[in-house]
Structures are given as C-alpha cells and as structure tokens.
C-alpha cells in the first residue's frame, strides 16, 4: 500500500511538473506573439544644424604687382581700423608702392608720395602732415607673420603714421632668443605668441611699441615674394610694386 502511494505522489509530482512547463511554454509564445506583432518604435535623434560663426570684421583686398594679398582688420583697434578702411574706400592707397622692403623683416608702403616718384627717390616721409592715430596697444595682437602694422616716427607717444603700414614677414626665433628679449624689454610673452614666433615666425621685437592692427588670411607667399626682389638705395625695390586696395568680403 505504502508502495502505491508513493507511486501515485510521483505520478501527480510528475503531472504538475509536466503541466508547469507547459504553461511556460504557452507564457513563452505568448510573449513571442505579442512581440512580433508590435510595431517597433525607431528611435529619432534630433539634429540641429551647427551655428556657421560669422566674421563681420573688414576685409581688405590688395592686388599688387606680385599677387593678391586679403586682410581682416581688428575691431579691437578701431581707430586704426576705421582709418584705414576709410583711405581704402578714397582711393588713398592706389597706385601707391611698397616703398621698403627687407627679407625675414617686413614690407612697408603707403607713403603718397610714392605714387609719381622717380626711381631710385627717398621715400618713407609721405604722410606727415597727416593726424596722426593714437597708439591702440593690445597685450593679445604680437607681430607674428601676416599681420598688419602701423608705421610711425619716434614721437613719444608712439602714435601711427595715419597712412603708411607695414606687413610683418619676420622669422622664426628659437626658445632662448624669445628668453633673451624678455629679460631686455621686461616684458613676457603669451604662451600663444611665444608658439607662433618659433613657428611661422614674425618680429617679436616690435611688440607693444608699433600698433597692430590686422592680419593676412590670404596670400602670405605674396609677402615673401615681394619681401625677396632686388631693392636700390633705402631697401627701395629696384622694380616698382604698386598696389591697389579696395574693401572686399
């Protein structure tokens, strides 16, 4: 009888175990069911369309003998950039040369003297009955290659000529020179300029004493050529380098 029993609680043990997993198997397919016949949701990313960053500042376009040359003018100079945008949009600076020219150094015009002068002539002193502009010194605007300076005279102010300029070529100068001309001026330079003067290179020695004012952001290799032709007497070009400015986008 004992024997019976327990044959008939194994049977019943075995039918609900039996009948278990059959329900599982049901709740499994059920699921599969309901899953397949649900749509799936594709998930959207939005994508917003990147802001273009505008520079508004002036652009001048300068066509000269040996090329094409752009510069942006700084809004953080304005007196030197209105000036200058000014005698641009006149006429002022065409047909007038590049009237000093010195390799791994610059490349100056804008005296108007320069625009009917003989070959051969002293030039540089055009300009001088002119007002000149106030010193617009930034610690963050150094003379590495490409920018755009103001020439002066050695009034004590140290206020721009307000026609002639010069456009920095320069050099490369190594750690130790940069060092050597902090210890001289007293003054430090950013790690931003210190990196531009031992790479494209510029006149680091200007710094703070001649205004700057813009820059190129066309037509550097037009600086090197014309800061490379064969000069006369006063690094005067030996072949007349005209140029011709209007303002451009």
Not at 186 to 213: C, M, S, W
Request: contains cysteine; positive net charge; glycine residues 8%.
């Amino acid at each position: 009888m004992n024997k019976f029993f327990k044959l008939l609680i194994l049977s019943n043990t075995l039918f609900f175990a039996t009948q278990a997993i059959a329900q599982t198997k049901k709740k499994v397919e059920l699921k599969k069911n309901i899953a397949a016949k649900t749509p799936i949701k594709k998930v959207v990313t939005k994508s917003y369309p990147q802001k273009k960053i505008v520079d508004n500042s002036i652009k001048i376009k300068i066509s000269t003998d040996s090329g094409v040359i752009v510069v942006k003018l700084y809004d953080s100079t304005p007196l030197h950039r209105d000036n200058f945008a000014k005698l641009v949009k006149e006429g002022f600076y065409d047909s007038l040369i590049f009237h000093r020219v010195i390799s791994n150094f610059m490349i100056q015009g804008g005296d108007p003297n320069s625009k009917h002068s003989e070959p051969g002539a002293m030039l540089g002193n055009g300009g001088g009955d002119m007002a000149r502009i106030p010193a617009e010194f930034k610690p963050n605007l150094y003379h590495k290659k490409g920018t755009l300076c103001a020439a002066r005279d050695n009034n004590p102010e140290k206020a721009s000529s307000a026609c002639q300029f010069y456009i920095v070529q320069g050099k490369p100068y190594t750690d130790d020179e940069l060092n050597g001309m902090e210890m001289q001026s007293g003054k430090k330079f950013t790690a931003e300029a210190r990196l531009a003067y031992k790479t494209i290179g510029g006149t680091p020695f200007l710094d703070q004493n001649y205004t700057v004012f813009g820059e190129v952001i066309k037509g550097l290799n037009v600086i090197d050529k014309i800061a490379s032709t064969p000069k006369g007497m006063a690094d005067r070009p030996v072949g007349d380098i005209r140029m011709k400015m209007e303002i451009t986008k």
